[in-house]
């Protein structure tokens, strides 16, 4: 195959747009649609200022989503004062396989010379998640207990580092999985959160009750594309499976959207724009409802509908075993 554009030979063809591209203009197409997205969703305010720069936290986790995403934003506005880079590592305590990704976001980070700041389950919570796998006091898969705690020190530390937006990898892939899994869940109060957290214009958002807005610049980018393009810039990610990963029905929603892909090429693009505009639906119709009030967590003081949040009671439980 040759290239579209210059008839070299062909690294890659998209499916879904027919194209043929060569190393050099497939770089350049991926950092051409995260830069649009970052473009569409107004990600940079209109009145950011040098004197004031924007900070953007950057969910590092050494896989290839977040190097991709960390390299490119780093590629972007090394130059530019008005927005600054930091990265947040989050060590859950998994031997060997985040020790490794640990490694790989230290490199980055110092090949960008960006901050980089690293947090651990163990230090936060004195807890470590194969422990917690291994005692299992709520019977839940372990994917249940990371990512409480991972969403809580996300969204701790990035108030913490003052963060104007907190920014994780993402690709279509994983946007695509979420949507149709909400969508068969019938979910559409977590189509509207999803909404307003996450998905369009950063003037359009709702306050999501004075947390760090979130973005997803790769929500754009297929997964195969995001490993295609660390390949080619030879980034240091770590491409492992998590050895604990249970997430037994996104795994046959991942594999039905692969085959889906392949027979009706576009069926991902197709599933997140749709969504995208029921989930903007439901978000104005939970605007005019009253939502609960939230309040100070008894244990940590962090948001919470409830007296205790979710992650003081599921450590309750695992530190009763």
């Known amino acids: 195959m040759e290239c579209d554009k210059c008839g070299r030979d062909a690294v890659m063809h998209a499916g879904y747009s027919g194209a043929h591209l060569c190393d050099e203009h497939f770089l350049a197409s991926v950092e051409k649609r995260v830069r649009r997205r970052i473009r569409t969703d107004s990600l940079v305010p209109r009145d950011a200022s040098p004197d004031d720069p924007e900070r953007w936290v950057v969910g590092l986790s050494g896989g290839k989503d977040s190097v991709v995403l960390a390299s490119i934003l780093d590629?972007?506005?090394?130059?530019?004062?008005?927005?600054?880079?930091?990265?947040?590592?989050?060590?859950?305590?998994?031997?060997?396989?985040?020790?490794?990704?640990?490694?790989?976001?230290?490199?980055?980070?110092?090949?960008?010379?960006?901050?980089?700041?690293?947090?651990?389950?163990?230090?936060?919570?004195?807890?470590?998640?194969?422990?917690?796998?291994?005692?299992?006091?709520?019977?839940?898969?372990?994917?249940?207990?990371?990512?409480?705690f991972r969403r809580d020190l996300l969204e701790t530390y990035a108030e913490d580092l003052d963060a104007d937006l907190l920014l994780t990898g993402h690709n279509l892939d994983d946007e695509a999985q979420t949507a149709l899994m909400n969508v068969l869940e019938g979910d559409v109060e977590q189509m509207a959160k999803h909404f307003d957290a996450s998905l369009g214009p950063m003037d359009d958002r709702t306050d999501q009750a004075a947390f760090v807005p979130r973005a997803k610049p790769l929500r754009d980018i297929p997964e195969k594309e995001v490993a295609l393009y660390a390949h080619l810039r030879d980034l240091p990610a770590h491409i492992t499976e998590c050895p604990h990963a249970s997430e037994a029905f996104r795994g046959e929603i991942r594999e039905l959207l692969l085959k889906l892909e392949e027979d009706h090429p576009g069926t991902r693009h197709s599933i997140v724009s749709g969504y995208e505009e029921i989930a903007s639906m439901a978000a104005e119709r939970y605007r005019g409802e009253s939502t609960p009030d939230l309040r100070e967590c008894a244990e940590c003081g962090s948001r919470t509908t409830r007296e205790v949040c979710r992650k003081c009671r599921l450590l309750e439980s695992i530190r009763a075993v």
């Open 75 to 148: 590629d972007t506005f090394d130059r530019d004062p008005r927005i600054e880079i930091v990265a947040l590592t989050i060590h859950e305590g998994i031997e060997g396989y985040r020790d490794e990704s640990v490694d790989a976001c230290v490199e980055l980070a110092a090949d960008l010379d960006i901050r980089h700041e690293l947090v651990s389950y163990d230090e936060e919570f004195g807890v470590r998640m194969d422990d917690v796998v291994e005692e299992d006091p709520e019977g839940m898969a372990p994917c249940a207990y990371c990512g409480v």
